[in-house]
């Protein structure tokens, strides 16, 4: 009997240490079905290059052996070699991050899985292919004249800059705005995709723009616009008046001075409109005066009788001037 209830003991314990070794999948420090993490692979969803301002999403898969396995994003923690060539943005819940380009060159990104494992290195090259140039970002409005009169125009230029570089403007790709339509208005410039010209119709102030592709805005431009010139009224009479009608040959000259006149109303005549001319000029030097630009000096040549008249812009001519040059005593 005593060896048949050792038998039953035996045979008991036998089964118990059965019992704990079996199911070894449970085991281990691993996550998946195969129990222990072998190595992490790091992937990629557009390879292991990335141009500057472009990004890659990164994603990680766990390997028992050659069996994929899952593994809690929690316990991963991510690095990156060099972050002066390209950022690393983790997910919220580790389960990925982004690569984005910083500067050409190279740089390594591993995962650690509970701190201490870490995943074969993920190496990524930065490229500068696809990188758009640098794009305007400064425009400037410059003015052929800061004010004008009404009924006269004023051109608008232009000025797109990359950094302090000009750059050209396709059609279309300026538009100039005015604050104030009462005062001005725009006309096209032929043949320009860079100016303006603005054409003053009330006299006041007026803030202009310029507008590059609806993103950059030049800074006002103030302009402005006074009344027009009264019209010129037309000389319809010219007269002279003399100091004396006697001079002595070789002696001091006589002022002749000449008058304007629109209707009975004297008007002023625009410097160098008037021609005088002798009818005899061997008798006598016509000079201009130095301080009247409607008056000249006369001086005696040769003895005898002449006359001089004044004409306006080689339209309406004064009566002679009778002019008698004597001997001197």
């Known amino acids: 009997m005593r060896r048949l209830f050792l038998a039953a003991v035996l045979a008991a314990l036998m089964g118990l240490i059965s019992g704990c070794g079996g199911g070894g999948g449970g085991g281990g420090n691993g996550n998946g079905p195969s129990g222990v ?6 992937q990629s969803s557009a390879g292991s290059s990335v141009a500057i301002g472009q990004s890659v999403t990164l994603t990680v898969q766990a390997f028992a052996g050659n069996t994929p396995v899952s593994v809690a994003p929690a316990d991963l923690t991510w690095e990156i070699s060099d972050p002066q060539k390209a950022r690393l943005t983790v997910s919220q819940n580790q389960a990925a991050a982004t690569i984005t380009g910083l500067a050409v060159g190279t740089a390594t990104v591993r995962v650690r899985h509970r701190g201490v494992f870490a995943s074969e290195p993920f190496v990524v090259t930065i490229t500068q292919d696809n990188v758009p140039p640098p794009g305007p970002n400064r425009v400037e409005l410059y003015a052929s004249a800061p004010a004008a009169r009404v009924g006269s125009t004023i051109t608008l230029i232009a000025r797109v800059y990359v950094n302090d570089q000009p750059v050209t403007v396709g ?3 300026l538009r100039f705005r005015i604050a104030n339509a009462a005062v001005a208005a725009f006309e096209a410039v032929p043949s320009s995709n860079d100016a303006a010209a603005l054409r003053g119709s009330a006299a ?3 803030d202009v723009t310029v507008q590059y ?3 950059l805005t030049s800074p006002p431009l103030t302009v402005t616009f006074t009344a027009a010139a009264p019209p010129t009224p037309a000389i319809t009479r010219l007269e002279i008046q003399g100091t004396a009608s006697t001079l002595t040959r070789d002696r001091l000259p006589i002022t002749l001075i000449a008058r304007a006149f629109s209707g009975n109303q004297q008007v ?5 409109s ?3 001319q002798a009818a005899d000029p061997a008798s006598v030097e016509i000079l201009p005066a130095t301080d009247n630009d ?3 000096t006369v001086g005696g040549k040769a003895v005898g009788t002449t006359s001089i008249t004044v004409t306006h812009n080689s339209s309406v001519a004064s009566p002679p001037f009778p002019i008698t040059i004597t ?3």
């Open 268 to 272: 002023a005549v625009a410097p160098n």
């Open 327 to 329: 001997a001197a005593p």
């Open 213 to 215: 592709k609806d993103n």
């Open 294 to 296: 409607n008056a000249v």
């Open 274 to 276: 008037l021609t005088w």
């Open 37 to 42: 993490i072998s190595r992490i692979v790091i």
């Open 171 to 173: 059609p279309g790709e």
């Open 204 to 206: 006041g102030t007026t």
